[in-house]
T-cell receptor, first 113, second 117 residues
């Protein structure tokens, strides 16, 4: 069966510090991968998605970047965090094409102080 | 473009009563529709989806949803609510022609369901 891991689970970082969140998927190959941010327990904002190694699409201009160095690894980064980067970050994967549902990781709670 | 609306921020029901969480959508073509549930400080969990076929879709934990093309709706329902159903529920849509955008979903803003004993 497939599983998705995210770490760390929680993170408190000062403004201006770098960020690296990691997501890995097991039990499948060539998944579509997604990074979302959820603010205040409400709607999801799609940040990045990837259809393959090294292929990253950005949905919104922001202080963040993403990379996919391996087929089942997706990394969210920032060089300098802003207060507005605080939130709940969710990684998700899906099979190729649109008929398939997404499976979400447990999330990372980021607080920028 | 695709969009989803969940018109109710909050739905309150008594345990044992039927529940409905509303969702309407807009796509240029035909939709794929999904419901997800989120418990506090957790990731989203897939509940059910409509792809094609029978308009009434059954999913996990006794939930079902009815696809209504004329009303562009996909309301989530359960005949008898449980206190443990209390959570945040998200509706999501993808355009059936979305083969060129990695199957991106558009999510609604979520509806908080509270089931009282």
């Amino acid at each position: 069966s497939q599983t998705i891991h995210q770490w760390p689970a929680t993170l408190v970082q000062p403004v201006g510090s770098p960020l690296s969140l990691e997501c890995t998927v097991e039990g499948t190959s060539n998944p579509n991968l997604y990074w979302y941010r959820q603010a205040a327990g409400r709607g999801l904002q799609l940040l990045f998605y990837s259809v393959g190694i090294g292929q990253i699409s950005s949905e919104v201009p922001q202080n963040l970047s993403a990379s996919r160095p391996q087929d089942r690894q997706f990394i969210l980064s920032s060089k300098k965090l802003l207060l507005s980067d605080s939130g709940f970050y969710l990684c998700a994967w899906s099979m190729d094409w649109s008929r398939y549902e997404q499976y979400f990781g447990p999330g990372t709670r980021l607080t920028v102080t | 473009a695709q969009s989803v609306a969940q018109p109710e921020d909050q739905v309150n029901v008594a345990e044992g009563n039927p529940l409905t969480v509303k969702c309407t959508y807009s796509v240029s073509g035909n939709p794929y529709l999904f419901w997800y549930v989120q418990y506090p400080n957790r990731g989203l969990q897939f509940l059910l989806k409509y792809i094609t076929g029978d308009n009434l879709v059954k999913g996990s934990y006794g939930f079902e949803a009815e696809f209504n093309k004329s009303q562009t709706s996909f309301h989530l329902k359960k005949p008898s609510a449980l206190v443990s159903d209390s959570a945040l529920y998200f509706c999501a849509v993808r355009d059936i022609k979305a083969r060129t955008n990695a199957g991106k979903s558009t999510f609604g803003d979520g509806t908080t369901l509270t089931v009282k004993p």
